[in-house]
């Protein structure tokens, strides 16, 4: 088996390292799973609201080591606190919707009252959740936990970028008997999350597109369901008569929460001709209020890249960008300061689209600023790529915007704000356009309906056709 040496984004020191499950060891997890899965689906919902409500209160008592791990692999430490607490929200929400979403009463046929039936909701035995490294936990039982309350297992291979958490989550797993081999975590790299891949029932992956693609393939030459969330380049259009001053302070909290190591984080701008000099002004204006956050409680608004390389694809895009002859306003610099990998935060203009930074995904602290002339270049700007996952809207009142947001081609569309879905996780649905990824909503409380297939049980509680009816004569 392989040993992995994992780096510490804060020192640059290889610190920690885990020995990675291999075929066989994925063998073993994903049996043990298909084991427990008959017990675990066959006990009813009620059980398993049970189980899972019980392993919340596990969570929160062993939040200071889950969150304490989750810092020291991703350098933040409120945003660790907070998926944390978005994992229970989570637990909560989906084991109150539950017993409604899967309620499946007997019904009687439109046409022929003699006849009823019920759909019987029947579980992928074991589901494969394989995660990225920029929200650990979250993007971990975002999928997770709706397919447990469906009645699956699940086999989880969390990035090996990010891999401490693991140990204290697998210890809060444990203190709750009914989970076991519930819930498994293998540790690994690529070679890894192939092996899940070519033993589960269905599959569900957050990450690139190259990576979702191949997923994709296999798991359609498997005959199993794969549901892909993947890359992002969200636009925000500010139309004449935004409030400036919120469209700014919204565009900036998207696009540098997390470093910008967010899916659906605003990474391009466009704005009104009318009223692009006043906006660069507002945001350059609050961009100089913010300030790296070197230490836990130092009151930083963000932190260095989780995954160094990701430095890397940042800076190639902004070479690029200045290239083609891009001006850099703030930031823009990617270094190295104490083995961290740093860069400030970055408004760039003078953009436009045969340019790297407004096509592909950033995942950066990076804010490209635009023109437009009229609401339809703007709708063909917004549009012009190949994602589709989000995007936002400002103008000067929500009918106005609201029209615009019908022309953008992307999932969830926010309003006079940002990132507007992440609180409508039981409440509303949303699917990744185009080449953000498929498979449905992860969304909305019917998401557990994903992990089901649907059993028809129907009874005939009238009389049969006669075999005259199968007669040539009339």
């Known amino acids: 088996m392989a040993v992995i040496k994992v780096r510490n984004p804060r020192t640059g020191a290889h610190d920690y390292e885990f020995v990675a499950a291999d075929a066989d060891a994925v063998g073993k997890a994903v049996a043990r799973a298909r084991d427990a899965q008959r017990e675990w689906y066959g006990k009813g919902l009620e059980h398993r609201i049970q189980a899972l409500s019980a392993w919340a209160t596990a969570l929160e008592t062993r939040a200071d080591a889950i969150t304490s791990a989750l810092a020291d692999d991703t350098a933040r430490t409120r945003i ?26 007997f019904r009687k046929f439109r046409h022929n009252s003699d006849v009823v039936f019920k759909t019987t909701l029947v579980p992928y035995p074991v589901v494969g959740v394989i995660s990225p490294w920029n929200f650990p936990l979250v993007l971990s039982f975002i999928d997770a936990i709706p397919a447990l309350l469906a009645g699956a297992t699940v086999v989880i291979k969390p990035s090996e970028v990010t891999p401490r958490f693991v140990e204290p989550l697998q210890a809060s797993i444990g203190d709750v008997p009914g989970l076991d081999g519930v819930i498994s975590l293998l540790q690994g790299a690529a070679e890894t999350g192939r092996a899940l891949l070519s033993e589960v029932d269905a599959i569900v992956f957050t990450g690139s597109v190259p990576t979702g693609r191949k997923i994709a393939v296999a798991a359609a030459e498997r005959f199993i369901p794969a549901f892909l969330e993947l890359g992002g380049k969200d636009p925000a259009v ?14 900036l909290r998207s696009a540098l929460y997390n470093t910008g190591q ?15 000099d006043a906006f660069m002004e507002e945001l350059v204006r609050q961009v100089q209020g913010m300030r790296r956050s070197a230490a836990a409680g130092d009151g930083g608004h963000y932190g260095p890249f989780i995954h160094a390389a990701q430095g890397d694809i940042v800076r190639a895009q902004l070479q690029d960008a200045v290239a083609r002859g891009a001006r850099v306003v703030t930031g823009g610099v990617v270094e190295n300061a104490g083995g961290a990998v740093w860069l400030d935060p970055t408004i760039v203009v003078d953009v436009d689209h045969s340019m790297d930074l407004m096509t592909q995904e950033t ?12 609401e339809d270049e703007a709708a063909r700007l917004a549009n012009d790529t190949i994602f589709g996952l989000s995007g936002a809207v400002f103008g000067p009142d929500t009918h106005t915007a ?5 022309r953008m081609e992307a999932g969830g569309v926010s ?26 909503s992860r969304y909305g409380a019917t998401s557990i309906l994903r992990y089901v297939r649907k059993r028809a049980l129907i009874a005939n509680e009238g009389g049969i056709k006669p075999l005259d009816e199968l007669s040539e004569i009339d």
Do not use: W
Not at 368 to 374: C, G, T
Not at 402 to 406: E, N, P, S
């Open 238 to 251: 500010v139309l004449a008569g935004s409030d400036l001053a919120r469209a700014a302070t919204s565009i």
């Open 415 to 440: 309003i006079n704000d940002t990132e507007l879905q992440r609180g409508m996780m039981f409440d509303g649905e949303k699917t990744a356009f185009k080449f953000s990824g498929m498979g449905g």
């Open 80 to 105: 660790s606190r907070e998926e944390l607490g978005a994992v229970i929200h989570f637990i909560h929400g989906y084991c109150e919707a539950a017993p409604e979403v899967l309620a499946q009463p």
């Open 363 to 374: 995942f950066g602290p990076v804010v490209p600023v635009m023109r437009f002339a009229s």
């Open 402 to 406: 609201g029209d615009f947001a019908t």
């Open 262 to 276: 967010v899916c659906y984080a605003i990474e391009r701008v466009y704005v009104d001709a009318s009223i692009h």
